[in-house]
């Protein structure tokens, strides 16, 4: 089998991915008046949400091993596409909030295993390809505003866009299955769960695994409340959400074209040097756009905010492989739920702060989720780190 086609395939499943999970955060006002609801219920949908992602990583990379990651991809797919009808037939906020959380463990469990199964394809200049694979989900993640100002200029019902991504999903489902790749067609690990969750409590007490989840922690929280929330703080400044929707869209742009320059940057430096550097670059643009009163140099410094801090969260994943690549599911699980569970947190805080205070209040969680992660970055020992760069004549 072709690399490059189990690359493309999983690359656009990252991409609906991204778009799905990106399109209630520009709606966030547009559902709160639709279902006649506080910001704070919305926030609190996130986190349910984000809830979902924390499940279905803690336990679908270990049941991908001893089941097939075939299997648990499969059904985390076909979730995908059940909630996603769910989504576009709810009636009433109770049954939006249950698809979204549905939702969320179907995201968790694509994301992971599809993270493991190019990790696996990929066995040499893996950190390049997986921060690449995951410019898909930022690339949907960047159309999806798009969408919504393209939905919402024509007048259409904002729930027709969730059964339009149903139904590529599914499309594309089909075309995955065919897929004979022995890393996604191995049916099952020869370990039963007793060996999976010893090797698993082993990784957890791995200093480096630890240092990348904590990482992950504040690089998820930050990223996906900063997003979900943005256009409910231009409206606060009198920006409506079909503008704001197009700045978040060149926002999550930027985002891409950075993840794009440090996978190419990946070949000449160490992880943990990126890392470090981008992190401490990332707050200084963010607290530039906090503290600017010019909106444009607001929406600069938000723009190099996001180009800077976009692959963090990824290169501390693709370290944490490095320790024991026989295990990328359980190491895949066990990173995205410290991310998953920072979302989880964040996003209640952001809406917390959005109903009862100022919606800038994004900006100080934002800051201080930002700050504490670059210093986890400095204290990462570079000797803890593998920096032996890997060379493969099939990467991309």
């Excluded at 463990?105 to 694979?133: C, E, H, K, P, Y």
């Excluded at 997003?227 to 409910?232: E, K």
């Excluded at 490095?322 to 805080?349: D, H, L, M, V």
């Amino acid at each position: 089998m072709n690399k490059a086609k189990i690359f493309t395939l999983f690359f656009i499943q990252l991409f609906l991915l991204g778009a799905g999970g990106s399109l209630v955060g520009p709606l966030i006002p547009i559902i709160s008046e639709s279902f006649k609801v506080h910001l704070d219920i919305v926030g609190s949908t996130l986190s349910l949400n984000a809830f979902g992602l924390l499940v279905a990583s803690l336990f679908s990379g270990i049941l991908a091993e001893r089941f097939g990651k075939k299997k648990i991809f499969s059904l985390g797919s076909i979730l995908f596409t059940l909630t996603f009808l769910g989504l576009y037939f709810s009636g009433n906020y109770i049954l939006f909030t249950l698809s979204y959380l549905a939702f969320g463990l179907s995201w968790g469990t694509i994301a992971v295993n599809s993270n493991s199964i190019v990790s696996d394809s990929f066995t040499q200049n893996r950190s390049m390809i997986l921060v690449r694979l995951n410019i898909g989900l930022l690339l949907g993640a960047a159309f999806a505003p798009l969408i919504v100002s393209g939905v919402l200029f024509f007048d259409i019902s904002w729930k027709y866009i969730f059964l339009f991504l149903a139904l590529l999903n599914a499309v594309l489902f089909i075309l995955i299955l065919s897929l004979k790749h022995g890393s996604f067609s191995i049916k099952k690990s020869n370990e039963n769960f007793i060996s999976l969750l010893s090797n698993n409590r082993k990784f957890i007490a791995n200093i480096i695994i630890i240092f990348c989840g904590i990482i992950s922690f504040f690089h998820f929280g930050l990223g996906f409340s900063f997003g979900a929330w943005f256009t409910n703080y231009f409206e606060s400044i009198n920006i409506p959400v079909r503008i704001s929707s197009l700045i978040l869209s060149m926002n999550l742009f930027a985002f891409c074209a950075g993840m794009l320059l440090q996978s190419s940057l990946l070949r000449k430096y160490s992880e943990k040097k990126l890392m470090q550097f981008f992190a401490i670059i990332a707050f200084i643009f963010l607290l530039s756009a906090f503290l600017s009163d010019n909106i444009i140099l607001k929406i600069i410094f938000i723009l190099l905010f996001n180009f800077t801090f976009s692959g963090i969260g990824t290169i501390a994943l693709t370290l944490a492989i490095k320790e024991s690549p026989r295990y990328s599911g359980s190491i895949n699980s066990i990173i995205n739920s410290f991310g998953f569970a920072g979302t989880i947190i964040f996003q209640y805080i952001a809406g917390y702060l959005a109903e009862n205070f100022a919606a800038d209040g994004i900006f100080y969680t934002s800051l201080i989720a930002l700050f504490i992660m670059a210093i986890f970055t400095i204290i990462l020992k570079p000797g803890h780190v593998r920096d032996k760069k890997e060379q493969d004549p099939e990467s991309l």
